[in-house]
């Protein structure tokens, strides 16, 4: 195996699985939340327990902020004898694209050998940790770091990436959305369907209760996918584990080969909202 380190954001909330089983190594994000700061994804930081997050923002008028890592806890990272994939969140929607990028021309600055590559995601969470897990994949069965690259980019344009948001609270609280409009979703419990991909988070439809939102998402991604008994599939699920294992089932009946759940945490948390859903899956 070559002598290479996958890296990516905590915003990625990739699978606790595949992060062992790869040693994939995690960036912290900060998160400003009831006075007090936190860095999240990390093993050695110590961050808000995720359930308890969820339920305090639900008593709250405001959002918490949330940063990219700084460039120097980046290059902290960096230091190492091994050739480094950072693979972030989109740089549409993250800092932490730019920050790497940042990282990098300062860690040569500093005479360090080792090479940096740093690939946007163009996409949200479960996107992202598909991109990770293939780049994860792609090194153990010995290809460069230049192949990894190359093959990574042109694999982001075949994934298929839909999500459902249980509540518009948090897009309220953020200035994003009508809070006349929010108030009347939420009375008639309709739910927001949700494309990521090519850098953006786009509302693309709604449906009325949560059977029907979760049909709609799958549907949206079952009709793009070919060959599916040869696809791994990933959940991020916003404190939603009962949801994202009726989506898991309904997509194993489909016949995918497998199916990775992943909590959202309180980064992407703060901009999804509780109880929603993102799946991403590869096409082709």
């Known amino acids: 195996m070559n002598n290479i380190k996958i890296m990516t954001d905590a915003a990625c ?20 939340f009831e006075g007090k700061e936190y860095i999240y994804g990390e ?18 008028s405001y959002l918490p902020k949330t940063a990219s890592p700084s460039p120097d806890r980046i290059m902290q990272k960096y230091k190492t004898d091994e050739d480094i994939i950072i693979i972030t969140l989109a740089d549409k929607l993250s800092a932490t694209y730019s920050t790497a990028m940042m990282a990098k ?18 996409t949200g969470c479960a ?19 230049e192949e990894i690259v190359s093959i990574v980019e042109s694999k982001r344009d075949d994934l298929s990436c839909y999500g459902m948001l249980e509540t518009v609270d948090n897009a309220i609280k953020g ?50 996918v070919v060959n599916k008994a040869e696809k791994d599939v990933i959940i ?26 992943s909590e959202i945490g309180p980064v992407m948390g703060t901009y999804t909202g509780e ?3 993102i799946v991403a ?3 082709s």
């Open 127 to 145: 996107g992202c940790a598909q991109l990770v897990k293939l780049a994860s994949e792609l090194r153990e069965a010995g290809k460069t770091a």
């Open 175 to 224: 200035g994003r959305i009508n809070p006349i409009f929010g108030k009347m979703a939420n009375i008639l419990n309709i739910k927001v369907i949700i494309k990521v991909g090519d850098s953006a988070v786009v509302p693309i439809g709604k449906a009325r209760g949560e059977n029907k939102a979760l049909d709609e998402t799958l549907h949206k991604i079952n009709k793009e």
């Open 105 to 122: 021309n300062m860690h040569a600055e500093e005479g360090f050998t080792n090479k940096i590559y740093v690939i946007d995601s163009t």
């Open 281 to 283: 899956v590869f096409k």
């Open 236 to 261: 991020c699920h916003a404190h939603a584990l009962p949801r994202a294992e009726k989506a898991k089932a309904l997509l194993l009946e489909e016949g995918y080969k497998s199916v990775y759940l």
């Open 43 to 60: 093993k050695d930081e110590k961050c808000i327990n995720t359930q308890e997050f969820y339920e305090q923002v639900r008593t709250i």
């Open 275 to 277: 109880g929603a859903i």
């Open 13 to 32: 909330d990739c699978p606790k699985e595949l992060i062992d089983k790869y040693n994939i190594d995690v960036v912290g994000m900060t998160l400003e």
